[in-house]
């Protein structure tokens, strides 16, 4: 069992690849390699949960791995980091924690949508919470890890308000927060955002 992935050495890289979620090739950039995992870059628009599987495909090689987490690097780019799946715990699974999320801004708040597909003029078609669907500009929409997320909501959001538009009810004012963040990116209890955030 690896304990400290980080004892192992990264690689620095800058190789096209491809990333295969869900049966769609996506287009990328591998970033770094060791010998437990990867970050790969040039996949904002995803969402992205919490121990999903995908296969790299570059130069020749083809690895299959899982998602481990997001994070930005000096560039304010988002970097998905994977561990290839021979190393990963055999007990490993998808959990019910968002990484990553898309929102669009509404009367000065952030809601969570979800991408479906870019458009011919350069458009996205998104889905809101409600099942709705509009497309809209690609620049409109703002990528979230769920620490900054939980982080945009400690710091002034009109939290009542983002929960009416989600339908949230008799939730005291003092656990609404957690509810908001909760309804946005899964169970606080599967993922660290919140103790993260207190230990900044």
Known sequence: MITNRRKFHRIPVEEK?????????????LVDQ????????GLDFL????????????????FEA?????????KNEMLIGIERAETAEPD????????????????????????????ADQRVLIQLWD?????ISF??????????????????SNLSMIGDLYGIKDVPMSQLLDALFE????????????????SI
């Open 92 to 119: 490993t699974i998808e959990q019910d924690a968002m990484l990553l999320n898309c929102f669009i801004r509404h009367e000065g708040n952030l809601m969570v949508c979800i991408p479906i597909s870019v458009q």
């Open 34 to 41: 060791s010998i437990t995992g990867a970050k790969i870059a």
């Open 17 to 29: 690849c491809i990333a295969k979620i869900d049966g769609a090739d996506l287009e990328c950039t």
């Open 47 to 62: 969402v992205v949960p919490y121990g999903k599987p995908l296969s790299i495909h570059y130069d020749g090689e083809v």
């Open 131 to 135: 099942g709705m669907q509009f497309p």
């Open 183 to 198: 309804f946005e990116f899964g169970q606080l209890s599967n993922c660290t955002a919140k103790a993260t955030y207190s």
């Open 139 to 156: 620049s409109a929409l703002v990528t979230m890890n769920r620490r900054e997320r939980y982080q945009s909501l400690m710091k002034g």
């Open 66 to 74: 899982i998602i481990r987490g997001v994070t930005r690097n000096d």
